[in-house]
């Protein structure tokens, strides 16, 4: 995945973020949310749940999650996605430790916004 990744300027264990940014809905194509994170995440369009997960990657082979979330979105408006992460910052039974990061995009129609 050639991309950026983002985090804040802090890491250590037992991590809880928030990104906040909005977008324009300018008509009503198909609008999906890809993304990929160190840790466990919870997104909401606009005040609502629209998807949550944990990462099912290795540090070395990064995947992600997308979700159609037009269904969330007003068209003709500015529209809040809220991303939260939790990233436990320590290996356990089924998570190994990896640096904090997050990745996301919106595509309308396939095309990045």
């Known amino acids: 995945m050639q991309t950026k990744w983002i985090w804040i300027d802090k890491e250590g264990e037992d991590l809880y973020t928030e990104f906040i940014g ?3 809905m300018n008509d009503t194509g198909r609008y999906v949310l890809k993304l990929a994170c160190d840790g466990i995440y919870a997104v909401y369009v606009n005040q609502e749940l629209a998807m ?3 990462s099912s990657d290795y540090p ?5 999650d997308k979700k159609v979330i037009g269904s969330y979105c007003k068209a003709g408006e500015y529209n809040q996605i ?3 992460v939790w990233n436990m910052g320590i290996d356990t039974q089924n998570y190994i ?3 904090p990061a997050l990745w996301f995009e919106i595509t309308r129609n396939g095309e990045k916004l």
């Open 60 to 64: 070395d082979n990064k995947l992600y």
């Open 22 to 24: 909005d977008f324009l």
């Open 97 to 99: 430790r990896s640096n």
């Open 82 to 84: 809220r991303i939260l």
């Open 52 to 54: 949550f997960g944990q």
